[in-house]
């Protein structure tokens, strides 16, 4: 019996991936068998014909709130340099199993990757090639979170892919209260009135204003990122679609 092929129900997405997960549970720096992982689940999208980018945070090596005492737009500039390592790695990770990527910053920085320029990020991915943004917005004072929903509208993504270390958006912290409920579903405004720590104001009233939805999931398994991309249950979707 033949088996019908998988369709995506995404062709253009931006995955955010946090530094933590690039910890893993060394908690610093980079792991080397997480980010194995990470890269073979795109692996496994891009060969469904996905165009992807990908927004990188820095949390697993400099977050710039940790800059106690430090002028707030350098700790942010140390962040966003952390942003880059990652990048990189994420980038050989992928190269090194045969899939053509780009890393574009955006703080200039030629001898290591290309400035950020849109239309450029554009032709990459219809020439099939996964492009990492690195540096954030390259702006102090804003978040990763903020940039995965400014690329995502400059690039016309249909959806972000918000991959953490917990499996959804909850209404209160999980691991400090074992009673938290999951969200499966809840619009942007919800999450914002009840200030739900999934992403900052920012970026969540860019998607907003730009009709962007967001999935929130896990990493825990190693097929969640595609799961999300054939349009299958998993974690919590965030629109503008009030349920009925």
Same mark, same amino acid.
């Given at each position: 019996?033949?088996?019908?092929?998988?369709?995506?129900?995404?062709?253009?997405?931006?995955?955010?991936?946090?530094?933590?997960?690039?910890?893993g549970?060394?908690?610093?720096?980079?792991?080397?068998?997480?980010?194995?992982?990470?890269?073979?689940?795109?692996?496994?999208?891009?060969?469904?014909?996905?165009?992807?980018?990908?927004?990188?945070?820095?949390?697993?090596?400099?977050?710039?709130?940790?800059?106690?005492?430090?002028?707030?737009?350098?700790?942010?500039?140390?962040?966003? &340099? /952390?942003?880059? =390592?990652?990048?990189?790695?994420?980038? @050989?990770?992928? #190269?090194?199993? $045969?899939?053509?990527?780009?890393?574009?910053?955006?703080?200039?920085?030629r001898?290591?990757?290309?400035?950020?320029?849109?239309?450029?990020?554009?032709?990459?991915?219809?020439?099939g090639?996964?492009?990492?943004?690195?540096?954030?917005?390259?702006?102090?004072?804003?978040?990763?979170?903020?940039?995965?929903?400014?690329?995502?509208?400059?690039?016309?993504?249909?959806?972000?892919? &918000? /991959?953490?270390? =917990?499996?959804?958006?909850?209404?209160? @912290?999980?691991? #400090?209260?074992? $009673?938290?409920?999951?969200?499966?579903?809840?619009?942007?405004?919800?999450?914002?009135?009840?200030?739900?720590?999934?992403?900052?104001?920012?970026?969540?009233?860019?998607?907003?204003?730009?009709?962007?939805?967001?999935?929130?999931?896990?990493?825990?398994?190693?097929?969640?990122?595609?799961?999300?991309?054939?349009?299958?249950?998993?974690?919590?979707?965030?629109d503008?679609?009030v349920?009925?």
């Open positions: 019996m033949c088996m019908e092929p998988e369709n995506p129900v995404y062709k253009r997405i931006v995955l955010k991936l946090s530094g933590e997960a690039l910890a549970k060394k908690g610093f720096g980079i792991d080397n068998d997480v980010l194995d992982m990470i890269s073979d689940q795109i692996i496994e999208v891009y060969n469904l014909g996905v165009e992807i980018a990908i927004i990188v945070g820095g949390g697993n090596i400099w977050r710039g709130r940790d800059g106690i005492g430090m002028d707030r737009s350098t700790a942010d500039y140390m962040g966003m &340099l /952390a942003t880059v =390592i990652n990048a990189l790695a994420l980038q @050989d990770a992928l #190269e090194s199993k $045969n899939v053509p990527t780009r890393v574009q910053t955006a703080i200039e920085m001898q290591i990757a290309e400035p950020y320029i849109r239309r450029k990020a554009v032709r990459h991915l219809e020439k090639r996964v492009v990492i943004f690195a540096c954030g917005t390259g702006n102090p004072f804003f978040s990763t979170d903020t940039t995965a929903s400014l690329r995502a509208a400059e690039i016309d993504a249909e959806v972000i892919l &918000l /991959a953490k270390n =917990i499996d959804g958006v909850y209404d209160d @912290d999980p691991k #400090e209260n074992p $009673n938290a409920k999951m969200f499966e579903h809840i619009t942007y405004i919800e999450v914002l009135n009840r200030g739900l720590n999934v992403m900052d104001t920012t970026a969540i009233s860019l998607c907003m204003d730009n009709n962007i939805p967001i999935i929130v999931f896990g990493l825990d398994n190693k097929n969640n990122i595609k799961t999300a991309v054939m349009g299958k249950k998993i974690g919590t979707t965030i503008g679609e349920e009925k």
